[in-house]
């Protein structure tokens, strides 16, 4: 049974598949280019107009906080009296104020005293956990006992922008990352970088001994990340790190202004691990800037602000052990300067009619998501393509009891499945059957499965 | 309280609580409350309550009132400050079109609010919905139904009074007498309402048409054709078959609330006295409104005066929001009912939809508009042998049809042109329950909220409203199956209940290719 192509070229462009991959290797992680296109003013009136997720923080007296648009300074003052003065309303009543919508506008409000959090958005999905995630972040910060305590001891007038300053880029950053997610469950999830899996093994076993020899006490955990994905992890004993506390880390090694040669060292609050104190991030990006230049950040968390030194040999250890092994450190750069994604075409016959998946473990809370492949390349191509998966994400977290979605459109097919162990999230072709997608599905999570040391990380070490 | 001639003395109260396993839910269980809001009445400060013109429930606070219909207000305002210049564009041509108003919605812990604004954005309606309430019910909420039985809510307060603005257009203190027409209006629309746990019904909101083959269809437009060329003064026509409609000659604008009051309210109160008497007279035609004695020739007053409705006029593009009032006559004999709408000439609309409403005492007989006591006898000697014979002709074929066997699946069906739509969990009135005794009753059990609410926000997802063709397959939990079908804008929703043949997605396929090939293949062409 052969799948039905559009169009007798298109086929031709299906047999070449390996050959049409490689010229159009498009890297799915694009918070870099965001900004790009901003050549004139035009340009930068139509990208404000396009803008998914305007944002706005305020204290629940009713100060702004943080905007991430450029209206002026009294229209932000007026919009945010106003919503403030909604929520109070609400709570007046007792209840609480969730959303919003008119036409084509979706707002959403959280209200996490001391302060108010609205973002106005064309896409409905998922905009509350999004809000849960800024929270977070601001905490990440400050934490959330100095945040409850501050306008306590300052006043309800007190400009919580002399706490935060210089941080507006993380919350920028935090915000223009839910552009690229093609799924909100993307910010409570991690996904790891493609290696091969004897080299994410030493990579994993060289963090962790070279972490248990020094024998630091408050050393927790130690994080090779690099373009938003993460390499290895290692922890000590048994402490767990929640995705959406790496996703604060993330967020943070991923700010420009850190990446150079040399070291820092931040102290950050993790609020699913604890809310009420910080942890101190040795943060370094051994290989940047020098001839390999290669994009890997190591982060090694501390609860003790006087591990610097500590910490710093570690570093040092790592880095000379991982150089070492020449063998390892060729494959590890070529890793992680061009990642290697899971290629559709990897499934074999009939793969052509997939264009796109992503699939979520729900154990390990790790993502998988294919290399862009024709058709969805270009920049709209592939932002419908996550359109679609993050509002079959969100209906399947609406309706729990979700197992399969099939929606036949006229520009392509959407599969979702989704059990206790996984989502997958595929797009298809428009002319393929439901047959024949079950088919390729099946093929799919063969070929992830036997793959899977690649593209997930199956073991934390602990040292 | 007022006259008996007034339309709403029909709004039956043949509605007791539903029972649990109905697919209906009375709208007042799970409503929080309902407001009618002019903000132009209550700019000044210390006067803002004036903007509430009608509040549900009637007990509330004047002071909550105000506060609820300000947040209301406030809400649009703010909601304003988003649009971008081409939305704005697109806003303004939403109101240009009537039907599709401009709306926001709230939804807060507890409830879910929903406000429309009409009539160039001079009016605020606004209901909130328990969200509690609806649990209980087994609602499932979704809001842009509750956006449809709201502009629903209005449309039917404007058929029979005219536009909200004709109220403040003539004097300016008529609010007074506004507020006492939406009182005696809302006071027994709202209980009476009843809405369906299937809420894409309430959303899609179609007429049900009658299938017939079609040498009779040419008799029903033969004899409406002949009908209108001896009374050329009737300028719009509907004609239905117990609570089908069959023809109908008027916009299509108006065609959902008209049929919704013929087959929900006028046609079920006639039903009780025409079984009684059942076998006496049964062919002899009857007005159902109207005076009773037509062989006087006495002015048409006080309870034999006919209702007028309000309805658009038919050069739909080019007079947007002319609406203009209509005598209304229904004549029903052997379960045809044809209604014939007479323009009201002489007074401004609501004038004489006003003195015919209140029993007015009018010096001058022709001023209550052209239709007389000589019309509809003329009309009756017409109709009285005609209709009798069309509508036996179609009851001969109706009672033949074999209703296929009860079917083991629950459908929409819904054609967006014709507004035509069926389906296996719409309410029957009362009337098709009796007069049509089987029907094509379902004989699988209804679907759990669940899947209700899967099926809505499934149609909302993913089945654009733009484009013509789609499909759309859905598996819950519980093992049932939903099956979206849209070709040519005509939608099909199929909902599975749980069985051994339909495991796979390809078994839902091939039996969804059986039920249209055997239930809809007429209408639905796949």
């Known amino acids: 049974m052969d799948v039905e192509v559009p169009g007798g070229s298109e086929a031709v462009g299906g047999g070449t598949d390996t ?36 944002v706005f923080i305020l204290s629940e007296f009713g100060k702004p906080i943080f905007v991430n648009n450029d209206r002026n300074e009294g229209e932000v003052v007026s919009l945010a009296a106003l919503i403030c003065a909604f929520v109070s309303r609400c709570q007046s009543w007792g209840d609480s104020l969730m959303t919003m919508t008119s036409q084509d506008n979706h707002i959403q409000f959280l209200h996490k005293s001391p302060l108010i959090f609205c973002v106005v958005s064309k896409y409905p999905e998922q905009l509350d956990q999004q809000l849960e995630v800024l929270f977070e972040q601001i905490c990440s910060i400050l934490s959330k006992s100095q945040l409850e305590s501050v306008y306590k001891k300052k006043g309800d007038n007190y400009d919580l922008r002399k706490l935060l300053r210089g941080t507006d880029r993380l919350i920028d950053s935090s915000i223009s990352s839910w552009r690229a997610s093609p799924i909100n469950l993307v910010d409570s999830s991690i996904s790891a970088i493609p290696m091969n899996p004897s080299d994410r093994e030493f990579l994993s076993t060289t963090m962790a001994t070279s972490l248990g020899a020094a024998k630091l006490d408050g050393a927790l955990f130690g994080i090779m990340i690099a373009k938003r994905q993460i390499a290895a992890i290692v922890r000590f004993k048994k402490y767990i790190i929640h995705p959406r506390d790496l996703n604060i880390l993330i967020n943070l090694v991923s700010d420009t202004t850190l990446q150079t040669d040399s070291q820092n060292w931040v102290p950050i609050c993790l609020p699913r691990f604890n809310d009420t104190g910080f942890f101190y991030a040795y943060i370094s990006y051994p290989w940047c800037n020098k001839e390999q230049d290669v994009p890997a950040c190591l982060v090694l968390l501390s609860v003790k602000r006087d591990h610097f030194d500590g910490l710093k040999e570690v ?20 890793a992680v300067k061009a990642p290697n994604l899971y290629q559709i075409s990897q499934i074999g016959s009939n793969s052509e009619s997939l264009w796109s998946f992503l699939y979520l473990n729900h154990s390990s809370r790790q993502v998988c998501m294919s290399a862009s492949k024709i058709p969805l390349i270009t920049r709209p191509e592939r932002w419908t393509a996550r359109c679609e998966m993050r509002r ?18 006229t520009k392509h097919c959407l599969f979702v499945w989704v059990t206790d162990l996984f989502s997958l999230y595929c797009i298809f072709g428009p002319f393929v059957t439901a047959t024949i997608a079950f088919q390729i599905v099946e093929k799919l999570l063969k070929s992830l499965k036997s793959h899977e040391q690649r593209y997930f990380i199956i073991n934390t070490t602990s040292f | 309280m007022e006259s008996i001639a007034n339309p709403l003395y029909f709004f039956s109260n043949l509605s007791l609580n539903p029972p649990s396993c109905s ?8 409503l929080e409350f309902f407001f009618v809001a002019h903000p132009m009445s209550g700019r000044k400060e210390g006067e803002e309550h004036r903007r509430v013109l009608y509040f549900h429930p009637k007990g509330e606070q004047f002071e909550r009132q105000t506060e609820i219909t300000g947040f209301a207000e406030a809400v649009v305002n703010f909601t304003e400050n988003f649009l971008s210049t081409s939305r704005r564009e697109t806003s303004v041509k939403l109101n240009e079109n009537d039907d599709g108003f401009d709306f926001r919605t709230v939804s807060t812990q507890r409830t879910e609010h929903v406000y429309i604004r009409t009539e160039d954005d001079q009016f605020i309606l606004g209901v909130s919905i328990s969200k509690q309430l609806s649990l209980v019910s087994d609602y499932p909420l979704f809001q842009p139904a509750i956006r449809s039985i709201l502009s629903d809510a209005y449309k039917m307060f404007r058929m029979f009074f005219g536009s909200f603005s004709s109220f403040l257009r003539t004097i300016p203190d008529d609010i007074p007498k506004f507020k006492e027409r939406l009182d005696f209006f809302y006071s027994k629309y709202i209980p009476l309402l009843k809405v369906h746990k299937m809420p894409l019904l309430d959303h899609l909101g179609g007429v049900e048409f009658l299938r017939m083959s079609g040498p009779l269809y040419l008799n029903v437009v033969s004899l409406i054709t002949e009908l ?5 003064i009737i300028e719009k026509i509907l004609f239905l078959y117990q609570d089908k409609l069959l023809y109908y000659q008027l916009s299509k604008r108006d065609l959902p609330s008209l049929f919704r009051y013929l087959t929900h309210n006028l046609l079920p109160t006639t039903l009780a006295p025409e079984l009684e008497h059942s076998g006496r007279n049964a062919s002899k035609g009857r007005y159902l409104r109207g005076p009773t004695d037509l062989t006087t020739d006495a002015p048409l007053l006080g309870d034999e ?23 209304m006559m229904v004549y029903r004999c052997l379960n045809a009912t044809v209604c014939m709408f007479v323009r009201n000439t002489g007074e401004a609309s609501r004038r004489s ?9 009018r010096s001058s007989p022709p001023q209550n508009g052209v239709v007389s006591r000589r019309l509809l006898r003329n009309i009756d000697h017409f109709l009285e042998t005609e209709l009798a014979l069309v509508a036996s002709k179609i009851g001969d074929e109706v009672g033949d049809e074999k209703f296929p066997d009860a079917t083991d699946f629950h ?3 819904f054609n967006p042109s014709s507004l035509s739509m069926t389906s296996s969990l719409s309410t029957s009135p009362s009337l098709s329950v009796a007069a049509s005794g089987s029907g094509s009753t379902s004989k699988v059990p209804l679907p759990p909220v669940d899947v209700n609410r899967l099926v809505c926000d499934t149609m909302s997802n993913f089945v654009s409203e733009t484009e013509e063709f789609g499909e759309c397959f859905v598996k819950s939990s519980s093992d049932w199956w939903i099956v979206i079908k849209k070709v040519n804008s005509r939608l099909l929703v199929l909902i599975l209940p749980p069985s051994s043949y339909t495991s796979s997605l390809a078994d839902v396929q091939s039996k969804t290719a059986t039920i249209v090939k055997s239930h809809f293949e007429a209408i639905f062409f796949s």
């Open chain 1, 19 to 54: 050959g049409s991959e490689s010229s159009f290797k498009v890297s799915q992680v694009e918070i870099e280019d965001v900004e790009e296109n901003l050549k004139n003013a035009e340009a930068i009136f139509e990208h404000l107009e396009q803008l998914p997720f305007q």
């Open chain 2, 305 to 327: 005066a006919l209702s007028v409705v309000h309805l658009h006029s038919e050069q739909e593009s080019e007079d947007q929001m002319e609406l203009i009032g209509y005598q």
């Open chain 2, 23 to 30: 697919n209906v839910v009375r709208f007042i269980d799970v």
């Open chain 2, 228 to 232: 209108r060329e001896e009374f050329p």
């Open chain 2, 353 to 361: 939809s006003e003195s015919s409403q209140s029993s007015s005492t």
């Open chain 2, 411 to 413: 459908y929409i069906y």
């Open chain 1, 315 to 334: 570093r040092q250890q790592i880095v000379s052990k991982l150089e070492n092994n020449s063998k390892f450190f060729v494959n590890f750069s070529q």
């Open chain 1, 392 to 409: 079959s994400s969100s209906l399947s977290t609406q309706h729990p009891h979700l197992r399969t979605l099939f929606v036949r459109g």
